[in-house]
């Protein structure tokens, strides 16, 4: 998840100037495990059918660890070779720029703390299982891989270009993609974004309920739609395949950010009849 403007950021004796901290992988307990191993096998257990084959292929590939949280250097070394990709650890939320920045590089910063007992199925702040079990496997996938970097690319262009004006556009575009992406896989909507995969209650509701509105992929109609973070959502989106994301995001924002600065923003749950629904 990322919405820095919504949080403090921390505060962190050892945090270099780009926010980054060691992981510290020494100073986790037994406890901080073993929440690890329950949610990992809970999710991976829920996400079977439900997650896409690119997601679920991934988990396998990189060998994610059951039993023990993730040592990022050890991932790094798997991605390097995949896709070019190193996981770096930040304390927690980190300025919008810092983290453009980051994903231009390729390095995809990972909180190092895990929540605690008491907010197993839910937090609203990202902690290691959200952005490593969520976002970490696709990274090994190249398509979605390239399409994380020209995100990244294209975040710190946005704010030379505009500062924090156009933003709220690609913080849309990243949370109904990245977070909250859907799509068709052999003929069957499954789930591809971290938000929905790091969850329990939504990796359910997203494709059994008939609540939300599923919408195919349209990026003027995602850039200016409304969405909340504390609640599940009420509009997804829905792409074919990462190809389609990664060439329908290559065309030069500056005059779409005008266009859709004009067209004003579209309210969450909001239809227009222009939409094209699954
Ligand atoms: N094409 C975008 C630009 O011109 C860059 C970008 C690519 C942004 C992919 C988001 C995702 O700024
Ligand atoms: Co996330």
Known sequence: MHNASEFYYPEHPEMKEDFTINQDYHKYKKDHHAT?????????????????????????????????????????????????????????LIPDYTFFKHLSERKFPVTNWIRSQHQLDYLQEPDIFHDFFGHVPLLAN?????????YGVGGVRAMDLGGERYLKFLARLYWFTVEFGLMIDDGNLRIYGAG??????????????EVPH?????????????????RFQENYFVIHDFKELFNE??????????????LGDIAMGEKLTTDMKI
């Open 196 to 209: 929905i995969v790091s969850s329990k209650g939504e990796s359910v509701y997203c494709l059994d309920s």
């Open 249 to 262: 995001t290559k065309q030069d924002f500056e005059p779409l950010y005008h266009e859709v600065e004009d």
């Open 142 to 150: 190249p398509v979605f891989a390239d399409y994380m970097h020209a």
């Open 36 to 92: 690890w191993k329950f949610l990992y096998e809970r999710q991976s257990k829920l996400l079977e059918g439900r997650a896409c084959n690119a997601y679920m292929d991934a988990l396998k590939h990189l060998d994610f660890s059951h039993e023990r949280i993730p040592n990022f250097d050890d991932f790094s070394d798997k991605l390097m070779k995949a896709t070019g990709w190193q996981v770096v650890a930040v304390p927690g």
């Open 214 to 230: 599923r919408i195919y992929f349209d990026i003027k109609r995602i850039m200016r739609t409304e969405y909340v973070i504390d």
